[in-house]
T-cell receptor
Framework: EAQVTQNPRYLITVTGKKLTVTCSQNMNHEYMSWYRQDPGLGLRQIYYSMNVEVTDKGDVPEGYKVSRKEKRNFPLILESPSPNQTSLYFC??????????FGPGTRLTVL | AQKVTQAQTEISVVEKEDVTLDCVYETRDTTYYLFWYKQPPSGELVFLIRRNSFDEQNEISGRYSWNFQKSTSSFNFTITASQVVDSAVYFCALRGSGAGSYQLTFGKGTKLSVIP
């Protein structure tokens, strides 16, 4: 089944404790991206990747890192999480000009 | 810069009523793509439709229909004979071409509540 998976789905952590949210797709898509969703703000893009080893900042990259060492994986790294990074995070992928497939979301709470 | 405006923050309708969700967009690209996504209470994002800027035909899929009007930069979504299962947040989104093709810009969403 074609899908985008994210782990973990839920995470509660404390300020400053490094964490990684994994994202994997099985559709051989070149393009992957991360979004965060906050009430009243909709979805905003954090980072995107056009292909392996090619990444770029979206609208709200501060406090996040990404890497794209393999085509299927695009982890989101929070080196020192802060409470303002409490949010619902979505990973997405697409091929060419196709439509985006979204993962199920990761609900992160930073205390 | 790209922008998507969904002026309706929340809408409530009684089951079986028709409802239209508005979407107005801004882009400088001559080729672009418009999308609608549904986010039910369970939280996942469900793709509903994609429309290319060079295809202004309206589309109908069951109880759903979409009205794309380039002249007014609008891409409105109508649900006919609404049902409780239609209760969700609906997002309109825009993707440009060229450098803009790497960013999917979302509106802030319209929360639809269908009351039985």
């Amino acid at each position: 089944e074609a899908q985008v998976t994210q782990n973990p789905r839920y995470l509660i952590t404390v300020t400053g404790k490094k964490l990684t949210v994994t994202c994997s797709q099985n559709m051989n898509h070149e393009y992957m991206s991360w979004y965060r969703q906050d009430p009243g703000l909709g979805l905003r893009q954090i980072y995107y990747s056009m292909n392996v080893e090619v990444t770029d900042k979206g609208d709200v990259p501060e406090g996040y890192k990404v890497s794209r060492k393999e085509k299927r994986n695009f982890p989101l790294i929070l080196e020192s999480p802060s409470p303002n990074q409490t949010s619902l995070y979505f990973c997405a992928s697409r091929y060419g000009q196709g439509s985006k497939f979204f993962g199920p979301g990761t609900r992160l709470t930073v205390l | 810069a790209q922008k998507v405006t969904q002026a309706q923050t929340e809408i409530s309708v009684v089951e079986k009523e028709d409802v239209t969700l508005d979407c107005v967009y801004e882009t400088r690209d001559t080729t672009y793509y418009l999308f609608w996504y549904k986010q039910p209470p369970s939280g996942e994002l469900v793709f509903l439709i994609r429309r290319n800027s060079f295809d202004e035909q309206n589309e109908i899929s069951g109880r759903y229909s979409w009205n794309f009007q380039k002249s007014t930069s609008s891409f409105n979504f109508t649900i006919t004979a609404s049902q409780v299962v239609d209760s969700a947040v609906y997002f309109c989104a825009l993707r440009g071409s060229g450098a803009g093709s790497y960013q999917l810009t979302f509106g802030k969403g319209t929360k639809l509540s269908v009351i039985p």
